[in-house]
């Protein structure tokens, strides 16, 4: 009877054990202990320390490693190998391979929301997929949006002007429903209102997921789904993911009501004057390979898609106009010399902004390039390796291991950026960049699996700039030390971020041209 009780115990520790740690393969745990690292229990690795971290305070740990290993160690974290890589040599080897773009084992935690869509995916779904979406987001398709990005800035501006006498305003009350009503008119075709239903559900869901899976990340005990449903942010997730998914199905059955009825392309479609082929807007795209292929392309393949650039085409750009704004609240000189550019490209005149209008903000582009480098929205980059890494003077990192980059650590390194908590766009002065090494600035990430949304989201970026402070002067109310950042996949402040907003266009630049000097 003892000798079974204990047969019992035995196997339910093992399961337990099971169910906890990841197991790598023996190759991959042998080639793994090779790697320099700081020293911890066998597997558990670092998982006994993160459950002590709080999460603004995670990056800091990998920082502390990074200083110590110079930017290369080894850590487990509860049986998962993960090799940290903060040289822009080695990170170069990784992004621009064709053969290490699956992503690390936590985007496992994305796939209730997003499923097998382009974010999560690896392997010849991703390329299949990743060829297929690409023109969706070409130069000709962006430019003939640009009437979209700049009708719900306009009107966003306004209703930020509309409440600045009452006080302080939450940059991201405004900048959220805007970039979802942008992204959902531009790559859906529909039109959701998002800012004057002020309905915020599927924000706020999308913010408490993503804490959530930090929280995950950080408890990794917590890996597996059933164990995860059992705790209170786990349960909370649920309903959030319900949100998701309704809002997802939602922005689907809207453009298919319009789709069908057309049948034939509609008059988004148009050609691409190089190779004659016809463009399409991402949602026409993903209806049409729906309507072709329904059994290689099901209808939830589509929500998949749909439910990947929701998300990456909006929380990222509303995340960054957030913190260019607040950055600029505390940086009167340097708002002032952007508005003098606008005022120079506009005058008094209060219209649309249109393509030509975009290539001459010179200025603002090194704000929004210099944003990205102090507060990238997108803190953590992972890889799984489904090959050795072979790099330069280190020993290999063997298939099966993680690799993570940080672009937020990478852009505060001193040895690329001097001063580096410092906010100057002129670090991205022509000549500057030249000499910097071009990996030591990732924002997009880069090489295959970069951003597919990187034109968008500066054109996006330009306009939403332009039109708040042609239009609005902004003082920051929320202090530097009042915020910290937690790497929740997007990067989040820990309180919202209140600025005072002015009425402008009245104002002239002092600038020696307006003067008549
Ligand atoms: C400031 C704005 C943005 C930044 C900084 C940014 C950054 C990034 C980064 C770093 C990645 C790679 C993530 C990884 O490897 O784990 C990525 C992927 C992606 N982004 Fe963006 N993004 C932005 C805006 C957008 C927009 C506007 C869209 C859509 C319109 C978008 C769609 C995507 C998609 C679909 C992926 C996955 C691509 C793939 O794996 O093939 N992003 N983004």
């Known amino acids: 009877m003892w000798l079974l009780c204990l047969l019992f115990v035995a196997v339910f520790v093992l399961f337990i054990l099971q169910q906890i740690f990841h197991i790598p393969p023996l190759r991959t745990i042998l080639k793994f202990a090779r790697l320099p690292g700081p020293v911890r229990i066998p597997f558990v690795g ?11 305070d995670s990056l800091n740990l990998i920082n502390k490693y990074c200083k110590q290993y110079n930017d290369f160690f080894n850590a487990y974290v509860l049986g998962v190998p993960i090799a940290v890589l903060q040289d822009p040599d080695d990170i170069k080897v990784v992004l621009s391979s064709n053969y290490h773009i699956d992503k690390g084992v936590y985007y496992k935690f994305l796939e209730p929301w997003l499923a097998g869509g382009l974010i999560p995916s690896g392997g010849d779904k ?24 700049w009708k719900n800035t306009r009107f966003m501006t306004q209703c930020m002007l509309n409440n600045c006498a009452t006080g302080p305003i939450k940059l991201k009350d405004y900048l959220n429903p805007c970039a979802l009503d942008i992204i959902c008119e531009t790559a859906m075709g529909v039109s959701l209102n998002a800012q004057s239903s002020k309905n915020q559900d599927f924000t706020n869901a999308i913010q408490r997921y993503l804490e959530a899976l930090l929280f995950r990340v950080l408890n990794p005990y917590l890996k597996r789904e059933w164990m995860w449903k059992l705790t209170p942010h786990g349960r909370r997730s649920t309903e959030d993911i319900k949100t998701l998914h309704n809002y997802g199905r939602n922005v689907i059955r809207q453009r298919m009501a319009n789709y069908s009825s057309a049948k034939t392309p509609d ?23 729906n309507h072709h292929n329904p059994g290689s392309w099901t209808e939830d393949d589509v929500h998949e898609e749909v439910n990947s650039v929701l998300f990456a085409g909006h929380d990222t750009s509303s995340g960054t106009s957030v913190y260019a704004l607040w950055i600029l609240g505390h940086h009167p000189e340097i708002q002032e010399k952007a508005y003098e550019e606008l005022y120079e490209i506009f005058g008094e005149d209060d219209r649309e902004v249109m393509m030509e209008d975009l290539q001459k ?112 002067k902004i003082t920051s109310v929320t202090k530097y030390e009042e915020v910290k950042f937690i790497p929740a996949v997007v990067l989040h402040s820990t309180v919202p971020i209140e600025v005072r907003v002015e009425p402008r266009l009245t104002e002239r630049p002092k600038t020696p041209q307006s003067l008549g000097l």
């Not at 299949?128 to 990005?149: A, C, Q, S, V, Y």
């Not at 479609?269 to 795209?285: A, N, S, V, W, Y």
């Not at 507060?375 to 298939?399: E, N, T, Y």
């Open 46 to 56: 670092l998982a006994l320390e993160l459950l002590f971290v709080e999460p603004w």
């Open 126 to 149: 991703w390329r299949t997929r990743r060829r297929l979406l690409n023109p969706t987001f070409h130069n000709r398709i962006l430019e003939d949006n640009i009437g979209n990005f």
């Open 267 to 289: 008059q988004s479609d148009m050609e691409d004057g190089i190779r004659g082929k016809k463009l399409q807007p991402f949602m026409d795209k993903l209806l049409e390979l």
């Open 361 to 472: 903000m010179i200025y603002l582009e090194k704000i929004i390039k210099e944003t990205l480098r102090i507060l990238p929205i997108v803190p953590v980059i992972m890889r799984q390796l489904s090959q050795d890494l072979h790099l330069a003077g280190k020993p290999s990192i063997p298939a099966g291991a993680n690799v993570l980059i940080s672009p937020f650590l990478l852009h505060r390194n001193d040895k690329y950026y001097p001063n580096p908590d410092t906010f100057d766009p002129e670090r991205f002065g022509r000549e500057e960049c030249a000499t910097r090494h071009p990996f030591a600035y990732i924002p997009f990430s880069a090489g295959p699996r970069s951003c597919i949304g990187q034109k968008f989201a500066m054109l996006q970026l330009k306009v939403i700039l332009s039109t708040v402070l042609r239009f609005c």
